[in-house]
């Protein structure tokens, strides 16, 4: 607050002041301009700029354990793409990663949304239950993804013990070592972990949505079901988009939990594109495989780029000072 | 009276499945906790799962601080690391971005746009071999480097949000009063912009201290490793010591969560802010 009252008074000096030469100053001016920026553009050029080209390069050479220590290795043309893409592997992993995609990101809306719906009435314990939500969104997904193959492990599992004693089931289940099972309990693993972003962008968005509007199509004769589908729902709708496209941009890219959770297995029937690519370049050392795999998975995820952008489109025009 | 007996019994039922849900979104913390206080009979070698254990040990508290210490000291290096690398880069950039005008500025915000977007394994992948030539791998250095690639591009476009709402007459006046633009980011913007820098701060300590990716993918073990790696070779090497395994879980999970209960009020300051443009 001090500087705000300081710099009135001295408006007039200025105008009596010294004078710089005017090109210097707006030369130099330019440079600061500028060197705010040097640390984010090296930093982007090397973490970002390099490593993405650098796996479009790889993609296309055919590496070995031998080649690690050299940047370049001989030209492959299209092999490692077309070595990749014919395994079943990774082919059902594509398949899987599309399926797991679509299918978490409509279980998480239709429970974030119930439960936005939910939070959006008044009730005694609303706030207190609103803030404890968000804890799924504190843990390390690895941590997740560890804590639930706990919870449905075979023996002595926490998920068989309630099925059981709720007489939903009479034997245990080996949710982790039949393949069908394990693809349900990744979902639902990753369903939780992705409820709670879902329920707090679209709480936010319902806490905007005008009550005198509501008000006035009750008073019209619309049921809840009406005022629902015709008057939230259009109003919320940039804030829905919004959501599917950054839950489409995480669930593409889930790795964590799968690592945490089944590695994969059993028999592969949990890989996506992001752990067999892992497994491409990290265990079988096929670098070359790995990064045209990568390059796939990079192919698919920027899919969600101009849509991203275009939602963004306020951010980048941006009001200048 | 009708209405009002209408609103109670809606407010009920709404208790009700609030409660319900909560329990689905918290029972696998308790159970967590639970087991970190459990010895490994009672977890693998039982038959049944006990939702509340008569016998409570803290065998498996002292197991894991005689044996783990030293990677929770090392999930703090790497946490803090991320946070001061993440602030380095991403304030000044937002500044920038938000104060002067660039021919470049759309591209700029652009690409970060699209830096948000692109997969860690991707990334992992080739700097590993960057890493290998830069002789980066197994360092503090590299992991933080590449930790800070989840809030760099986030912080940059957060803060750029904040100072675009920021009243641009106080940056004039401190100008006009003969500060160097150096100075009116550091005496005027930065002071303004605290609520949004602690938001980025807690983000970029969150996304350091939970990283796997790149730990898995970066090192090899040998030298240090984060809590999250620790957890994953601590079920590989003795895979069902699930007592010991929950309470390296419960560190893992710890000073995230007293970190965000603790700075909750500048969350919501900052993203209520942050998204009100001046």
């Not at chain 1, 019209?220 to 015709?230: E, I, S, Y």
């Not at chain 2, 000291?73 to 005008?101: D, N």
């Amino acid at each position: 607050m001090s500087l705000m009252t300081g710099p009135r008074k001295n408006v007039t000096q200025r105008a009596a002041g010294p004078v710089i030469a005017p090109r210097h100053r707006s030369r130099l001016r330019r440079a600061v301009k500028w060197a705010f920026l040097v640390p984010a553009g090296a930093y982007v050029l090397f973490a970002f700029a390099i490593p993405i080209i650098y796996n479009i390069v790889l993609s296309f050479e055919q590496t070995s354990p031998a080649t690690i220590s050299h940047f370049t290795a001989p030209f492959a043309g299209l092999s490692n793409y077309t070595t990749t893409l014919k395994d079943p592997i990774a082919d059902s992993a594509i398949v899987r990663t599309f399926s797991f995609t679509v299918l978490s990101l409509l279980l998480q809306f239709l429970i974030g949304f119930s439960l936005a719906l939910l939070f959006n009435l008044r009730f005694p314990l609303r706030r207190f239950a609103r803030s404890l939500i968000l804890v799924p969104w504190l843990l390390p997904f690895l941590v997740t993804g560890t804590i639930f193959k706990f919870l449905f492990q075979l023996q002595a599992g926490a998920v068989n013990q309630i099925l059981i004693d709720l007489h939903i089931i009479h034997q245990p289940i080996g949710y982790l070592l039949s393949p069908g099972w394990a693809y349900v309990t990744l979902l639902i693993t990753n369903v939780w972990l992705g409820v709670p972003f879902f329920t707090v962008l679209l709480y936010s968005a319902l806490q905007d949505v005008p009550a005198e509007l509501l008000e006035a199509a009750r008073i019209d004769g619309a049921g809840p079901w009406q005022r629902l589908t015709r008057v939230t729902l259009p109003i919320i709708r940039p804030v829905i988009e919004v959501v599917f496209v950054l839950g489409f941009v995480f669930t593409v890219k889930v790795f964590d939990i799968v690592i945490g959770l089944t590695q994969g297995g059993p028999a592969n029937s949990t890989q996506l594109i992001a752990t067999w690519a892992y497994n491409l370049t990290f265990q079988n050392f096929e670098f070359g495989q790995g990064a045209a795999l990568n390059t796939v998975l990079l192919l698919i995820a920027l899919v969600a780029a101009p849509l991203y952008i275009w939602l963004n489109r306020e951010t980048l025009r941006g009001e200048y000072l | 009276m009708r209405p009002k007996t209408r609103r109670r019994l809606v407010a009920a039922a709404a208790s009700i499945a609030a409660l319900v849900a909560l329990v689905f979104l918290l029972f696998p913390l308790y159970a967590v906790l639970v087991a970190s206080f459990e010895t490994n009979s009672q977890l693998f070698g039982a038959s049944t799962y006990s939702f509340f254990p008569s016998v409570w040990t803290l065998s498996n508290y002292s197991t894991v601080l005689s044996q783990q210490g030293g990677h929770v000291v090392s999930s703090l290096i790497i946490a803090v690391g991320t946070t001061v690398l993440t602030l380095a880069i991403a304030v000044p950039a937002a500044h920038a971005l938000a104060r002067y005008r660039f021919r470049v500025t759309a591209l700029l915000v652009g690409s970060l746009l699209i830096a948000q977007i692109l997969p860690s394994i991707v990334i992992a992948n080739s700097m590993f071999l960057v890493y290998h030539r830069l002789h980066l791998l197994n360092s503090y250095t590299g992991l933080i480097i590449a930790d800070a690639s989840y809030a760099v591009p986030f912080g940059i476009l957060v803060l750029r949000a904040f100072m675009l709402g920021l009243p641009g007459d106080v940056i004039a006046a401190a100008r006009v009063d003969g500060a160097s633009e150096w100075q009116a980011f550091a005496r005027v913007v930065l002071p303004m912009s605290r609520s949004a820098i602690i938001t980025v701060a807690l983000f970029a300590f969150l996304n350091g201290w939970g990283d796997f990716i790149f730990a898995l993918t970066l090192l090899n073990g040998n030298t240090f490793e984060p809590v999250t790696l620790s957890i994953y070779t601590y079920l590989g090497e003795f895979s069902q010591n699930w007592g010991q395994a929950m309470a390296l879980a419960v560190f893992a999970v710890l000073p995230a969560a007293m970190l965000l209960i603790a700075a909750q009020r500048y969350i919501a300051a900052g993203l209520t802010v942050g998204s009100v443009k001046g």
